[in-house]
Structure formats: C-alpha cells, structure tokens
C-alpha cells in the first residue's frame, strides 16, 4: 500500500504521522507525493508505524522494476 493511501484511510494527518516516525509534516507530503525517497532507515521506521501495510516494496517505483 502506498504511504498516501494509507494516509488517506487513517485517522492520521502528515503531521501525527510524522511525529510518529520522526519526520516533519512537509517531509511525509514530499515522501507520499512521490517528490522525495526515504532512506532506508526511514523506511523502516515508516513500515514499522504502519504495521507493515506499507512496504519497503511500494517506495520502488514501477519503472525500477520493469
């Protein structure tokens, strides 16, 4: 699932999510607009705050994979 999705369908604004993984809220816009990549410590952090439904997996883009 995509950040923005998942955004999306919580109760979370960008702002408390990114209280939750140590992000401001303009950082967790660029991230679930697809503007900026997160390293891979953050994705971590961002898979672990959303109990896996999102994914390491869903910050590849679908031209990386082809």
């Known amino acids: 699932m995509k950040l923005a999705l998942y955004l999306e369908n919580s109760t979370l604004s960008d702002e408390a999510f990114g209280q939750l993984v140590g992000l401001s809220q303009s950082q967790v816009n660029r ?28 910050f590849i883009s679908d031209e990386a994979a082809a």
């Not at 971590?44 to 869903?58: L, M, N, R």
């Open 31 to 58: 991230i679930k607009n697809g503007k900026s990549k997160p390293t891979l410590e953050m994705v971590a952090k961002i898979s672990k705050a959303t109990e896996g439904s999102v994914s390491f997996a869903d």
